[in-house]
């Protein structure tokens, strides 16, 4: 026999490895554990994928990631869509919501520049931030003044944002950028309310 | 907007904190890698899953995990039935597999006693390991000669094997237990003192 478990488990380990930071033990415990669910567990967890993938999409105005066209907060009444906070991600737009401070809208690029890893900015959203502002700037409809740039404070979130800000400042936004009350070489994820708090209300004009 | 992440992110990341070990940051971000990946990959993913269930069987001689009714290492013409390695779990089969020593057959318990975790005999495959015997003992059948005892070296493992030696050692089967030693390749400093009097204990002649 070989040293290789059976067929239906080190494919679900193959699976698992595919998950971020995921590494082959890891990946087979994972497999081992779905051993000991129900056979409708099983079912209710791969139901559960695929509807991530077919019931998940990019908001039309902030690309960030929404069961609706245009998600919840974009077409919310109540937001203030003159400032746009500019984040890498859908889970720092939650780190802020969370923080229950900023009533404006968001942008999200899905990444950050990264020449090494050949992350250009046509990899990122820049493109529809630009035509968002180019159209905010129509007849009848709210015209964008404020960007906030609340990128990771880390090498390739300060370089987006100064990308973002020379791009953008001759255009005649008001360009700013969170405080660095977030800590350097955080993540915004993981930055407790209050520290995000006093970077939103520290941010400064750049570019 | 609540501070919870769009339904079917949370649902997704419900199903991974039910793997052994994933909290829930930890869930978020494997979520957040299914987002990354192809509608494809994740109807594969979800197929493996179900497949995991469905395939996998208990072999009804070893009770280890199998896609057939009767594993690959108890049909084999090639394996020792008169000596029986009794494990905690399929892992440990393969552990040993792949040591390509050993060339008997394999009882595979599926835990510990544990009162605590309220893990009782009546709750592993210690029923089936005696019927096993007992079948063993009829006429034609290759008779159980030698069970080794390959728990973990752990208060639960040791407790498991010792339950087992007093209830198959009144039957007349040879009941042996696993060397403590320290590991080949390690070093004697990092070894604890209760596997160095182990060591020592357990010590041959050589030369």
């Keep these: 026999m070989a040293s290789e478990y ?4 080190e494919r679900l380990a193959d699976m698992f490895r595919r998950l971020d930071g995921v590494g082959k033990k ?17 079912r209710e967890f791969a139901d559960a994928l695929v509807a991530c993938k077919t019931e998940v999409v990019l908001c ?3 690309q960030n990631i929404s069961t609706d066209e245009v998600c919840p907060i974009c077409s919310s009444p109540n937001r203030d869509g003159s400032t746009v906070c500019v984040v890498e991600d859908p889970r720092a737009v939650y780190a802020i919501e969370k923080t ?4 404006g809208v ?4 899905h990444g950050t520049l990264s020449p090494m890893r050949g992350i250009t900015p046509d990899r990122l959203k820049i ?10 700037m129509d007849e009848g ?3 964008i003044k404020e960007l906030i740039l609340a990128t990771n404070p880390t090498v390739e979130g300060e370089a987006t944002a100064m990308y973002i800000a020379k791009l ?18 955080g993540d915004l994820e993981y930055a407790d309310e209050v520290t995000l708090r006093r970077a939103m209300e520290g941010r400064y004009t750049i570019g």
């Design 6 to 9: 059976i067929e239906p488990l």
């Design 106 to 109: 968001y942008h999200v690029l």
């Design 168 to 185: 953008l400042t001759p255009l005649g936004v008001k360009v700013t950028r969170i405080a660095n009350g977030v800590p350097v070489g």
């Design 26 to 42: 890891t990946a087979l415990r994972y497999a081992f554990s779905v051993l000991n669910f129900t056979e409708d567990e099983a």
């Design 127 to 136: 493109k529809e931030l630009l035509q968002r502002i180019s159209k905010s």
């Design 60 to 62: 039309g105005e902030c």
């Design 141 to 143: 409809q709210t015209e």
């Design 100 to 103: 229950r401070q900023f009533g």
